[in-house]
């Protein structure tokens, strides 16, 4: 420590209390954090954000573009699955 003041039984004491509230505390919001279902919620919103903007209104060129991937995808398989068939 910086101070080289000695400290008195009662200031280490408060210091210590002070410190196990503290850690109490982060370990309470990190368990809050890791329970599934807040983990879930979070994911839940996530995805709505995605999907919505700040409005509540359809992100319909994102959902153009990902119909359009699949699609791409789906297309490319089909076609890779009818060249191989063929021989």
């Known amino acids: ?9 009662e200031q280490i004491e408060a210091d210590i209390a002070a410190t196990r509230a503290r850690l109490a505390s982060a370990v309470d919001e ?3 954090r890791a329970n599934p ?4 919620l979070r994911q839940v919103e996530q995805a709505k954000a995605q999907v919505f903007d700040e409005r509540g209104q359809l992100r319909t060129q994102k959902i153009l ?3 359009g991937a699949v699609g791409g995808v789906v297309g490319v398989l089909l076609v ?8």
């Open 1 to 9: 420590m910086a101070d080289t003041k000695a400290r008195t039984a």
């Open 30 to 32: 990190l368990v809050d």
């Open 37 to 40: 279902k807040n983990v879930a």
């Open 65 to 67: 573009a990902v119909v």
């Open 80 to 87: 890779i699955r009818r060249l191989v068939g063929r021989r």
